[in-house]
């Protein structure tokens, strides 16, 4: 079965950190470029950053910039989000997703280019 599950999601207080991790299934990060989303409440499902599997280069949205970092490790199945200097309005469900089109991230991050999302993990940020 191919497919992402994100885990690492918690209730943290302003100012703290979080690790959040997508493991792969049935694909490799090789193939595609990896990116992570979130949806706050009521709140439209924004791409936030991205690793491409041609290099390694990444992108970031502006709202998180300078504080989260994206990575992956050695063997090419997991992507982390390293989330630091969190804000009550990082609160929302974080999704990771494979683009299935592009292996060079941009910073477009259109949703129908993305497959293989997962459940989600929930970050709560309070103030």
């Known amino acids: 079965e191919v497919k992402s599950v994100e885990s690492g999601g918690g209730l943290v207080q302003t100012g703290g950190s979080l690790r959040l991790s997508c493991a792969t299934s049935g694909f490799s990060l090789v193939d595609y470029a990896v990116a992570w989303f979130r949806q706050a409440p009521g709140g439209e499902r924004e791409g936030i950053s991205c690793?491409?599997?041609?290099?390694?280069?990444?992108v970031y949205s502006d709202s998180v910039k300078g504080r989260f970092t994206i990575s992956s490790d050695n063997a090419k199945t997991t992507v982390y989000l390293q989330m630091n200097s969190l804000r009550p309005e990082d609160t929302a469900v974080y999704y990771c997703?494979?683009?299935?089109?592009?292996?060079?991230?941009?910073?477009?991050?259109?949703?129908?280019?993305?497959?293989?999302w997962g459940q989600g993990t929930q970050v709560t940020v309070s103030s």
């Open positions: 997703a494979a683009n299935t089109l592009r292996r060079l991230c941009t910073p477009r991050f259109l949703r129908y280019e993305y497959d293989y």
């Open positions: 690793i491409s599997s041609t290099d390694g280069s990444t």
